[in-house]
């Protein structure tokens, strides 16, 4: 087994986003040890590069910086093919009058970060400054001509937010593109899988399976949502039933094109090409 005291840790995004994929994930329903740690990207993805969490969620960019230490689990992302309704860039004039702006970034995710650098640099044009900050949109808009929220942090603040123009980066990825965008991607460690490909497999069935049976019946999932976050159980409804969660090759041509803007503008230091996990299908056929 994989980890300290033959435990598998497995990293779950605590964002809603990602919700249906682990709604139903019980690590002591596993027939390996197991325990499931929830974190923001950032943290998950730290971890994910260090190998203290074997397999999980993490942002797509930071799969793309460490791709030659993990594998990408098939069938599962967090996408969308235009709007994703969680990816907000505020402004404080219209989008074509940005230009030469200082932007206050989110300090919680790497994708949506270089994702705006992307479609400001090689779809706006022109030249900008960027400072991180705290995922407060007052604070943000006080230091910055525009500021990146993601997540739950975005969807409250689109809520309340009547000052500022508002974007949404799927859609204005989609709209330039034409693809769909992967925020976030499901991996394994390319060790654990050495050590455990049974257990590895056994916990991306879990994940699949969860994924299924939450768009079968979105009810409980679109319950806790307005209970933590508030909201409607329509806007909630309207919002899992928008993204994507699987991984084909629709997902996987917007996600390539990802890194290639990535690469050419020098946020990685090499081309990616995303490779998928798929020795699990022949560990289960052995079984």
């Known amino acids: 087994m994989p980890g300290e005291d033959n435990k598998t840790i497995i990293g779950k995004i605590s964002y809603t ?9 019980d690590p002591a329903a596993l027939g390996t040890q ?25 942002s797509s960019f930071a799969y793309a910086e460490v791709a030659d230490r993990l594998l990408l ?3 599962l992302s967090v996408s969308a093919d235009g709007a994703v309704n969680s990816i907000f860039l505020f402004t404080k004039v219209p989008l074509p009058e940005l230009k030469e702006a200082k932007v206050a970034l989110t300090n919680t995710s790497a994708t949506s970060i270089n994702l705006l650098k992307i479609l400001l640099e090689k779809s706006l044009g022109g030249s ?8 407060d949109l007052t604070e943000m808009m006080a230091q ?5 929220l993601i997540g739950d942090h975005a969807i ?25 965008m992967t925020f976030a991607v499901w991996a394994v460690n390319r060790d654990a899988v050495e050590r455990d490909p049974e257990g590895m497999a056994e916990i991306a069935d879990m994940f699949l399976d969860s994924k299924r049976r939450s768009l079968s019946d979105l009810t409980p999932i679109v319950e806790e949502a307005v209970s933590r976050i508030g909201g409607s159980a ?3 409804q309207h919002y899992f039933t928008n993204l994507c969660y699987d991984f084909d090759e629709r997902q996987q041509e917007g996600l390539r094109l990802y890194f290639k803007f990535a690469y050419e503008l020098g946020l990685l230091d090499h081309l990616v090409v995303p490779e998928l996990w798929n020795e699990k299908r022949s560990v289960r056929v052995k079984k």
């Open 17 to 25: 986003n990602a919700w249906p994929v682990f709604h139903y994930v």
């Open 34 to 58: 197991a325990e499931m740690v929830a974190a923001v990207p950032a943290e998950l993805n730290r971890r994910m590069h260090e190998g203290s969490i074997h397999i999980g969620a993490l």
């Open 73 to 75: 689990l098939p069938d």
């Open 128 to 135: 900008y400054s960027y400072i991180t900050c705290e995922p």
């Open 144 to 148: 910055a001509d525009a500021a990146l």
């Open 156 to 180: 409250r603040a689109s809520w309340s937010n009547t000052e500022y123009y508002r974007t949404d980066l799927g859609q204005w990825w989609k709209d330039w593109t034409g693809c769909s």
């Open 234 to 236: 329509a806007y909630w």
